[in-house]
């Protein structure tokens, strides 16, 4: 569809410079402004909801730490007790990559993973995953009373 950008002077000539006309199937004419007002920027979503690239960072590494969860759940089936939270800053007396709270009066075992910290230690996407792979090794390990080489056969990756 041809679509004519107009002046703000030819304005009162066309007035629908800037934006596109759809005829339904009833014969209607519907009128959507997509022109950029202002200078602003493109209005509404760049990508639908289902596209991969509009998940967030923290959604990406939510996703990350549960696929290598997963991975050392099915190897040792007693971890799936343990809860996973992500947090994204560590407590400021207590600075590290991840942290695990044993079980107690009734709270399920828990470690909670720290993105900032795992994402400032990473150099890239491939070493996140990896560090997010052996950070959980070595918390899981920790709970089972086992060396974490033992429970992740590619602990540690580099």
């Not at 967030?56 to 799936?80: H, I, K, M, N, Y």
């Not at 590290?96 to 795992?118: E, Q």
């Not at 150099?123 to 052996?134: C, E, H, K, Q, R």
Request: glycine fraction near 6%; charge should be positive; include cysteine.
């Amino acid at each position: 569809m041809l679509m004519r950008v107009g002046h703000r002077s030819d304005r009162g000539a066309h007035s629908d410079a800037g934006s596109t006309a759809t005829i339904t199937s009833r014969g209607v004419r519907l009128r959507m402004r997509r022109r950029d007002r202002r200078g602003r920027g493109v209005r509404g979503p760049l990508a639908p909801q289902a596209v991969p690239v509009s998940r967030s960072r923290a959604t990406q590494f939510d996703e990350q730490v549960l696929f290598a969860w997963d991975r050392l759940v099915s190897v040792r089936p007693e971890l799936g007790f343990i809860e996973i939270a992500v947090s994204d800053v560590p407590e400021p007396d207590n600075p590290c990559l991840a942290h695990f709270d044993p079980a107690d009066a009734g709270l399920p075992a828990r470690i909670t993973v720290y993105r900032w910290a795992l994402e400032l230690r990473a150099g890239s996407p491939v070493m996140l995953y990896a560090l997010i792979g052996d950070v959980l090794a070595e918390q899981a390990a920790a709970f089972l009373a086992i060396d974490p080489a033992l429970l992740d056969a590619k602990y540690p990756r580099a």
